[in-house]
């Protein structure tokens, strides 16, 4: 068995005991390997140990990836921050993407998605914690940006998506999790229909899933240190 293999099969009973602690069904939570920075051979690796879903930071990189892998029929999520000249390669080489948090790029992906494709499923990512200098909408501007990305007639608008600062500890983790989960269900009371919690990485998944993360982003435990 590869490395790769062992520590998918690793993250999987972890994410597999999280939803059991946190009484969910196992299959509750989809995991997403975070592939950046490795090349095709690792994520080629990780799709032989029955691995379908993809996230990338940066688009140069992971288009060439995506080319590479085509005859695959790969899933790839669009999980990093994308500057107003890359929406046209994001649209037309993502299924999903992450990282929406203004509604100028919301408006630019679904101008550029082409007809040919099903719509690009979308996450709004959220600044739950105030970051200064971080990407994601405040939360008190969430539900209108929501409202203005589910109109857009080439998105599919299916969640809210978070990175917060790395915490100390299980309970804080949880505590800031627990707030994106909050707004998820006060957009969902007000007009939308989310599905998507994207929370969680190698370091707090077990938080995420405790606080009813729908889908971890999992890098460095899958594929080792950047
Ligand atoms: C890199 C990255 C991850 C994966 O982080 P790990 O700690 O390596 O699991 C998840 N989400 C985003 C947005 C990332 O940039």
Excluded at 18 to 47: H, W
Excluded at 98 to 113: E, F, I, N, P, Y
Excluded at 128 to 139: H, L, M, R, Y
């Amino acid at each position: 068995m590869t490395t790769i293999a062992a520590n998918l099969q690793d993250v999987r009973e972890r994410l597999g005991a999280a939803c059991r602690a946190a009484g969910r069904s196992p299959d509750a939570v989809q995991l997403l390997a975070v592939s950046k920075t490795f090349g095709p051979e690792a994520v080629a690796q990780a799709f032989a140990a029955g691995q379908r879903a993809f996230g990338e930071n940066y688009i140069q990189e992971a288009v060439e990836k995506i080319h590479a892998l085509r005859h695959l029929g790969l899933e790839w999520h669009c999980i990093g921050p994308i500057q107003g000249n890359k929406t046209r390669l994001v649209a037309q080489n993502f299924d999903w993407v992450h990282t929406v948090d203004r509604l100028k790029t919301a408006q630019r992906l679904s101008d550029q998605r082409p007809a040919s494709l099903t719509p690009l499923q979308v996450c709004i990512q959220v600044n739950i914690d105030g970051g200064a200098n971080k990407s994601g909408v405040a939360p008190r501007e969430a539900l209108a940006l929501a409202l203005q990305v589910a109109a857009l007639p080439r998105l599919r608008l299916r969640g809210l998506m978070c990175i917060p600062e790395p915490a100390a500890n299980f309970a804080t983790a949880m505590a800031v999790h627990a707030q994106t989960r909050t707004l998820f269900d006060h957009l969902n009371t007000n007009g939308l229909s989310l599905d998507t919690l994207s929370l969680g990485m190698s370091a707090d998944l077990e938080a995420a899933v405790s606080a009813g993360s729908t889908m971890v982003r999992v890098g460095t435990a899958i594929f080792g240190k950047r």
